[in-house]
């Protein structure tokens, strides 16, 4: 019955939303009457509160166990905790769809109703965000319906959530990501409508600065936490594999980072602004792009959701119209946006042009990996991977040049070029440093990878960079942004960690039988493999190995385990891992061989906790520069 | 130059857009299949009974499956092999990391669409062939690997992968 | 007596003793050690849906380490062993594209985009 009910509340939504979007269209060419303006609000409202207590609704059926509901009957199961009954929802492509509808639905109700009925944008932008939500609610209930019973009777038990998924991590990944991701639409919808407004005198950026910036914030945070789940859960030790979706995530907020920048520059000094225009319409059409390939089945990834070439026709068509149709009215709009001012070299805006230039190639880059075995296959049926090696090689150099331009653009002034004498000693002592640094770390560690020191090196520019502006700051009373200086060195800070990581971590692979020991290395003294036992949890069965180490003269406990899950006969394996500050020592049990010894793989992963505390930085920084604004 | 810029925004996405659309409409079983030439790898192993295979068994027009009996998906794709066989398409089987015992007990027991089976329990001649896992099966036509279909064998990969490499040999022959 | 009694104190020594290789890939060096996780990481696993053997339990992977381990002690390069994977399971297993053919696109494609983009930008210097 409330399941019934629940449906009828989203149908309700898509037709209120297609009320308002015939009753716009009736009256396009005339102009605004501020009773229709009113009327359609009211019905855009009441069509998101739909949608919200539809979705409040749904997550009751999750939670009161409707097996009747097939996809709650697939995903979850009467033996979870309640929170894992909620989050088993979004685990797989219908339930995380409606997710995303929600967030979109919530994102606009809020845009909108921020705006003043007199603002000239509110209504091609109710359109707009009409239009979208209505689109994906369609394509939720058309193709994806969440609703869908078993008749007549019911699975009397849920099939379970994928054990792999049953983590808090993973649970706030995909809202976290979802809100980043739809919260662009704002940014998409509000350019679209001043677009298609006309009128070019009007001031739009500072309407959509903050919202876009939070969902930045959102979208970086989401991007972490998958990275930091899938080092804990999955056992290999790695937090990036520049897998396809990895990708798709990546080069949203690549726009969005672009975007931000250029904003800034847009806002302050009048420039950039079909480049800040094109990039806020660009990030919402990646985020639909990313949709679609992680849905329509189309590349293999471990990640995909979906495997329905219908689904993915159908979103490949309506994020193609949306996004073409937007890209038009730009490219139409063009010649009269273009200002005639020009770009004095070694300025500030010519830096965060070259900026804006440097994320498209990256943007670009991604999009040829991701791409290029699709057509490549296409074309002569070659299967062709690409992977780590290749977006490893091409990142390389687009950071250094990344890091090179952070570190001169900070103190770049507007409208004029920088002194050769403030360039020189902006840019020498960090270089000087930073070469030293290299020095010195090649002749500690004696390794040598071309790639990695070009990550190091940049990394090391940029903190150079900053602590000489803050020690500057600190002395001198030299003015210093502090929000993108945190922000800046969060991401010095990850090149470093990152580069640093990949030359320094290994493994070993060892083999041994309860209550034998081994000496590993210099630094792993002693490796015990003291018992090992089998026991029974909540819902899974246990084996776990007791290991104590000695290394570097302390003494660490490791508990790896295997599970095997009940209802789905699953097995994982979960590493234990003990963190240090310069390192984590990540130990997981593999087999059972015949003679009765286990495998393990030990590794040790270098500067782990200074990525995550990189990303850190980054949302810290980002805070700060919201909130500065507020109070300024 | 800028004409040209506003053209490109307008176009490349759909140039995109086109090109996803028709990968979209891809037949998905060619997604697990390859398109091979190269020379079968040497070997010398036995079949099923014990006795030495010949290397000349495997001239003509032959399918290769890779099944073992611990394997539970070759009991889905049993059934067709079978029809295969008594259509007279010549089967050998590959035996890939199973004991003979009890390997010759799951014939005995299901049938036998095989000529023989090559034994290879501990899949060397499976590696050299780029084995995933079984089952899967191959297309040898004169001793060369020609194509390979990973997963179970069906009536419909069979009729879009190996069906019509079979009837451009014979047509070739 | 005295024969069944020495036959079992020896097995117990023999047995008590690691019977087995307790470091799994053991190498020469630590070079050789370094290139081993250098490549397990770079080739593909041909079961999974994504991701290296390295990062994979499939049996099918643990096959390809071993195989791996064994040409790195042989002293093969990484070319080499790279060619010994791909004649058997395609040019698909190798994560590192060749550089051949069309694949120069892919090499250099964004430094030629970045190219192109920084010709236009200096032509236009505006913003």
Redesign the interface.
């Known amino acids: 019955m409330i399941g019934e009910i629940s449906h009828f509340l989203s149908l309700s939504a898509v037709l209120i939303l297609s009320l308002v979007l015939i009753f716009n269209l009736f009256f396009f060419f005339s102009k605004v009457h501020p009773n229709q303006l009113t009327l359609s609000m009211r019905l855009f409202n009441q069509a998101c509160w739909l949608v919200f207590i539809s979705f409040g609704m749904y997550v009751y059926l999750a939670i009161s166990d409707d097996f009747s509901i097939a996809y709650i009957a697939s995903h979850s199961n009467s033996q979870l905790p309640i929170f894992y009954k909620i989050t088993s929802i979004w685990s797989a492509h219908e339930g995380s769809m409606f997710l995303w509808i929600v967030f979109l639905t919530a994102w606009s109700i809020l845009f909108i109703n921020s705006l003043d009925n007199e603002h000239p944008l509110k209504k091609f932008t109710l359109l707009m965000l009409s239009l979208i939500i209505l689109g994906f609610l369609l394509f939720l209930l058309l193709t994806s319906n969440p609703f869908e019973r078993i008749l007549p009777f019911g699975a009397l038990e849920g099939a379970d959530i994928n054990p792999v998924l049953q983590d808090p991590a993973l649970a706030i990944h995909p809202p976290m990501l979802y809100l980043g991701y739809v919260g662009f639409v704002i940014s998409f919808s509000f350019i679209t409508a001043y677009l298609l407004n006309g009128n070019f005198e009007l001031q739009w950026e500072q309407d959509i600065k903050n919202w876009s910036l939070v969902a930045w914030i959102f979208l970086t945070i989401g991007i972490a936490l998958g990275s930091w789940w899938a080092y804990y859960e999955l056992g290999w030790g790695g937090y990036w594999f520049w897998d396809p979706v990895e990708n798709v995530a990546l080069m949203p907020w690549l726009a969005a980072t672009a975007f931000m920048h250029s904003l800034f520059a847009s806002s302050k000094s009048n420039v950039l602004k079909t480049w800040t225009m ?1 990039l806020g319409i660009l990030i919402f ?1 990646l985020s639909l792009f990313g949709a ?1 390939i992680v849905r ?1 089945g ?1 590349i ?1 990834s471990v990640h995909s959701f979906a495997n329905d ?1 219908e689904r ?2 159908y979103l ?2 309506f994020s ?1 119209l949306i ?2 149709f937007s ?2 009215i ?3 709009r ?2 009269v946006l ?1 200002s005639s001012k020009l770009v004095v070299t070694g300025s500030k805006e010519s830096f965060l042009s070259m900026n804006n230039i440097l994320m498209i190639t990256s943007i670009f880059s991604i999009f040829l990996g991701v ?1 290029y075995p ?2 490549i296959e ?1 074309i002569n ?1 070659e ?1 062709v991977s690409i992977g780590p090696p290749y977006y490893n090689t091409i990142f390389a150099p687009l950071i250094l040049i990344a890091a090179i331009f952070i570190m001169i653009s900070v103190d770049a002034l507007w409208q004029r070029s920088m002194p050769l004498r403030t360039l020189f000693f902006t840019i020498a002592p960090p270089i000087i440093l930073s070469l030293v640094s290299i020095y010195f770390i090649w002749w500690t560690t004696s390794v040598f990878s071309i790639l990695a020191y070009v990550g190091i090196f940049s990394g090391l520019l940029i903190l150079f960079s900053y602590l000489l502006r803050t020690i500057n700051n600190l002395f001198n009373k030299r003015f210093i942004n502090k929000g993108s200086a945190i922000a800046h060195t969060g991401l010095g800070l990850l090149f470093f960690a990152v580069s640093m990581n990949s030359i320094l971590s290994y493994e070993k692979n060892l083999n041994l039988a309860p209550g034998q020991s081994i000496s590993v290395d210099q630094s792993v003294k002693e490796f015990s493999f003291n018992d090992i036992r089998v026991f029974k949890a909540s819902n899974h069965d246990v084996i776990s190995a007791e290991v104590s180490l000695l290394q570097d003269g302390q003494e660490i406990s490791l508990n790896p385990q295997k599970r095997k899950y009940a209802t789905r006969g699953q097995i994982t394996s979960e590493s234990s891992i003990h963190t240090t500050f310069f390192k984590d020592t990540y130990l997981t049990i593999g087999d059972q061989l015949d003679n009765g010894s286990w495998t393990f793989s030990l590794k040790i992963n270098y500067f782990i906790k200074w990525i995550w505390f990189s990303a850190a930085l980054m949302v810290l920084g980002m805070l700060l520069t919201i909130f500065k604004k507020k109070a300024s | ?2 004409q040209l ?3 490109l ?2 176009i490349l ?2 140039v995109v ?1 086109i ?8 037949d ?1 079983d ?2 697990f299949s ?3 030439s ?1 020379n079968f790898p040497e070997f010398q192993l036995n079949d099923l009974n014990g006795d030495p295979v010949q290397s000349e068994s495997l001239n003509g027009i032959k399918i290769l499956n890779v099944w073992a009996s611990w394997c539970i998906t070759c009991l889905v794709e049993h059934p067709f092999l079978t029809r295969l066989s008594e259509q007279n398409i010549q089967i050998i089987g590959l035996n890939y ?1 199973d004991s003979d015992l009890k390997a010759n007990a799951w014939l005995e027991k299901h049938g036998n669409p095989y000529l023989f089976s090559i034994y290879d329990p501990r ?1 060397d001649l499976a ?7 079984a089952p899967e099966s191959y297309l040898i036509i004169n001793n060369q690997v020609v194509s390979h279909i990973q997963g179970e064998m069906n009536q419909r990969k069979w009729n879009s992968i190996f069906l019509p490499l079979i009837q451009q040999a014979k047509q070739g022959s | 007596m005295i024969i069944k009694k020495f036959f079992i104190f020896f097995s117990f020594i023999v047995l008590s003793t690691s019977a087995f290789n307790q470091v799994v890939y053991e190498f020469e060096d630590s070079l050789q050690e370094k290139r081993f996780y250098s490549l397990i990481s770079e080739i593909r696993c ?2 999974c849906t994504s991701g290296s053997i390295a990062s994979s339990d ?3 992977s643990r ?1 390809l380490k071993n ?1 791996v381990y064994e040409l790195v002690l042989d002293g093969s390069t990484d070319q080499e062993i790279k060619t010994y994977v791909s ?4 040019d ?1 297993s190798d994560y590192r594209p060749s550089l051949e053919g069309s694949n120069y696109l892919l090499w250099f494609g964004p430094f030629i985009f970045l190219a192109l983009m920084l010709v ?1 930008f200096f ?2 210097r505006r913003v």
């Open positions: 094109f059409a679609f329509s189309i293999d070439p993915g026709l490949l068509s193609g996004t073409l890209l038009t730009f490219a139409y063009l010649p273009n791409t699709l057509i296409s049926g299967k | 130059m800028n810029l506003r053209f925004i307008v996405p759909v857009l090109f996803f659309a028709k990968i979209l409409l891809i998905e060619i997604k390859t398109f091979d190269k990391k899949g590696f050299d062939l780029g084995v995933t896992g | 041909p079961k499939a049996p099918v096959d195989k004649e058997r399971f395609g698909f236009i032509i236009k």
